[in-house]
């Protein structure tokens, strides 16, 4: 039997308006205010703001852009059209056709205007000439001569950041002018990493290492404490600091209720290995709802601008990067530039937290893993569901899944769920698995 379960009560939070109020406190010196018109534009929408990137000392818009999502690269034009000058891709997005239309988009806008990211993924076998040759195929997909920033992809241990390969073949790039600034991606330790280390060490050690000049990494309302720490310490050291999965229950939550709900509106039965689990959402979604006006639960807008606002309160976030998927979500997002906290987002949120909490694994989390005698790797699997309910990179999550070794959700199915008596956030975990399988599996 494994050690005895994390004490919630050490963990949780003393209110969700509480928590809001202090973070709102510390973030923009206790001043709430009680309006923001988070758009001054009447026309198209425009970047309001541009905040400098740490010591890159580039002024990049507050709205980012992770074009990932994005097909189109009309959408990704237009995306560029209202100010937003910051791009982060990957060389394995979509098996480097992501990068080939970043390239493609770009044409015909300054390149000097436009802070160019891309991340590539190393281990431990990777040589200094081999990222160096990958870095160039980079380049030559998104046709052009230099990288404003490269990072090091979803580090996953403190040794990891250390990796003298890709530092090495860093420095290299940079004196031939082929790279300018050195960063890195976190989700916190990957599958099979030991010892297991939080985003918040890996990313603080980073800081520290001295040769990194921007992060990305995991911030929202519901996940707090780690991001303000991170935050903190880049402040110290003027990091740039960008932003991913700033929306805890975007696009995921909504889903689970319909997962679950399917079943009644067909009148079907649950699956009876699956009862348990489903019947833990419905029983705890019952007893959160006298905390939700109705209408504010399928309220889009009130969920994006109250989790946009919250993360662009904090001046040491400079940009928060959105998946862009259509021409409707440049309004959406765009328009959010320049937001504020107000008193109705604090609502908003305080609302989505006692209603929703439970629907949301923390990203970057994994204290849960250890308790689970079948060695499921949770916070990868749930980081893929998010990949495939939130993001709409269905066949990506499916063959990330299908590749995983050892054991999936499965075997949550038939479970007593250690995993969900071990968290101290009291997420439905147990049924989040189980929904993540039912998603995942081909």
């Known amino acids: 039997m494994k050690a005895k379960p994390i004490n919630r009560r050490d963990f949780l939070t003393e209110s969700s308006m509480g928590l809001v109020g202090a973070g709102a406190g510390l973030l923009n ?7 923001h018109p988070v758009s001054k534009n ?3 929408p425009l970047i309001n703001e541009y905040r400098v990137l740490g010591r890159t000392g580039f002024k990049v818009s507050d709205i980012g852009c992770g074009p990932v999502s994005i097909s189109n690269e009309n959408v990704l034009k237009a995306v560029l059209d209202t100010g937003v000058n910051f791009i982060d891709t990957a060389e394995f997005y979509g098996n480097g056709n992501n990068e080939l239309m970043v390239g493609k988009a770009i044409k015909g806008f300054s390149r000097g205007s436009i802070f160019l990211n891309t991340k590539i993924g190393i281990t431990e076998n990777d040589t200094e000439e081999s990222i160096i040759t990958r870095v160039k195929k980079c380049l030559e997909r998104l046709d052009t001569d230099y990288l404003d920033g490269l990072m090091l992809w979803n580090a996953g241990s403190v040794m990891e950041i250390k990796n003298e390969a890709f530092h090495n073949a860093f420095d290299q790039l940079k004196n031939e002018g082929r790279v300018k600034y050195c960063g890195i991606s976190c989700h916190g330790s990957n599958m099979g990493t030991e010892p297991k280390e939080s985003m918040e060490k890996i990313i603080g050690n980073a800081v520290e290492d001295g040769r990194f000049e921007l992060v990305l990494f995991v911030y929202n309302y519901v996940q707090q404490e780690m991001g303000q720490n991170i935050l903190k310490e880049c402040a110290k050291k003027n990091i740039g600091t960008t932003l991913m999965k700033t929306d805890p229950f975007g696009g995921t939550y909504l889903s689970v209720l319909e997962f679950v709900k399917n079943y009644q509106a067909k009148n079907q039965p649950v699956p009876e290995n ?4 489903y019947d833990t959402i419905i029983e705890k979604q019952k007893k959160a709802e006298s905390y939700l006006d109705k209408d504010l639960l399928f309220d889009n807008n009130a969920r994006r601008e109250a989790a946009i606002s919250f993360v662009l309160n904090d001046p040491g976030v400079h940009s928060v990067l959105i998946s862009f998927k259509t021409f409707d979500d440049i309004t959406d997002y765009v328009n959010l530039s320049g937001a504020r906290l107000t008193k109705k987002n604090i609502s908003t949120i305080h609302s989505l937290r006692q209603s929703c909490d439970h629907l949301y694994c923390r990203h970057a989390c994994g204290l849960c893993e250890s308790y689970c005698p079948y060695g499921v790797p949770v916070n990868t699997i749930m980081r893929y569901n998010h990949y495939f309910m939130a993001q709409g990179r269905e066949k990506y999550a499916v ?5 995983l070794a050892g054991s999936k959700s499965d ?3 038939d479970c007593e769920g250690f ?6 956030y009291g997420v439905s975990i147990h049924a989040l698995l189980a ?8």
């Open 29 to 35: 010196g206790g001043n709430i205010i009680e309006d």
């Open 42 to 44: 009447t026309g198209k």
């Open 274 to 277: 699956a009862r348990k689990v």
């Open 399 to 403: 063959q990330k899944y299908y590749e």
């Open 411 to 413: 075997k949550c199915l």
């Open 419 to 424: 995993c969900q008596s071990a968290c101290p």
């Open 435 to 442: 929904v993540a399988h039912n998603n995942l599996s081909l």
